[in-house]
């Protein structure tokens, strides 16, 4: 059974950083996808960033700006967040693929998420 739980959103000033963890049971890291995506009001909800066997992908509004990593034990996930935007503002979730060999970008293509963590960017 796959379980997804997030933590670590929060609010932060412009320029700031956070880190969103995904605390993860029934995936094996090196055979599913998973990822990150957030969602702004009245937004679609949106690809950041996400990694798979193939490697790790990120979009290119947050690129050089987030980082999606994983522990030793592969049973988290994380997303690090510096120099955070306004335009980050979003309710962030983590997402998972199970037998996916690269990250896929459509959130439609993702059975299992987690409950959802709100990030606020402030000026």
């Known amino acids: 059974q796959v379980q997804l739980v997030e933590s670590g959103g929060g609010s932060v000033q412009a320029g700031g950083s956070l880190r969103l963890s995904c605390t993860t049971s029934g995936v094996t890291y090196d055979r599913d996808c998973m990822g990150w995506f957030r969602q702004a009001p009245g937004k679609e909800r949106e690809g950041v960033v996400g990694i798979g066997g193939y490697g790790s992908l990120i979009a290119d509004s947050v690129k050089g700006r987030f980082t999606i990593y994983k522990d030793n034990a592969k049973t988290a996930l994380y997303l690090q967040m510096n120099n955070l935007k306004l335009e980050d503002t979003a309710i962030y979730y983590c997402?998972?693929?199970?037998?996916?060999?690269?990250?896929?970008?459509?959130?439609?293509?993702?059975?299992?998420w987690g409950q959802g963590t709100q990030v606020t960017v402030s000026s």
């Open positions: 997402a998972a693929r199970l037998e996916c060999y690269r990250f896929r970008w459509d959130p439609s293509e993702y059975k299992y």
